[in-house]
Nanobody, 124 residues
Framework: QVQLEESGGGLVQAGGSLRLSCAAS????????MDWFRQTPGKEREFVAA????????SQADSVKGRFTMSRDNAKNTVYLQMNSLKPEDTAVYYC?????????????????WGQGTQVTVSS
């Protein structure tokens, strides 16, 4: 069984930065695809960024390109989401997700494992 645990959320002013972490455990992750989604009340989970465990493949939502960067540290079984130039519309619960083989899918239904989420609040 795969466990994912997010950390690093919080309250930040517009224009500020946060770095989210997602620690994975439970098995080896050589072929896994890792992803960040976010969700606000009343809306579906929205794709943010994806990366293959090897780091060869990656994708981002247009809304975060140039501001957010996803990376991974294989030695620590951890992926990160560096969020810069944050905007109030980035306020959401951010979820880490994993799928057995990387697809870069933006559809949350394609992901097998989820963390509990971490709240990010950006004040104006």
């Amino acid at each position: 069984q795969v466990q994912l645990e997010e950390s690093g959320g919080g309250l930040v002013q517009a224009g500020g930065s946060l770095r989210l972490s997602c620690a994975a455990s439970g098995r080896t992750f050589g072929s896994f695809g890792m992803d960040w989604f976010r969700q606000t009340p009343g809306k579906e989970r929205e794709f943010v960024a994806a990366i293959s465990w090897s780091g060869v493949f990656a994708s981002q939502a247009d809304s975060v390109k140039g501001r957010f960067t996803m990376s991974r540290d294989n030695a620590k079984n951890t992926v990160y989401l560096q969020m810069n130039s944050l905007k109030p519309e980035d306020t959401a619960v951010y979820y880490c997700a994993a799928q057995t083989y990387y697809s870069g899918s933006a559809n949350y239904a394609d992901y097998d494992y989820w963390g509990q989420g971490t709240q990010v609040t950006v004040s104006s």
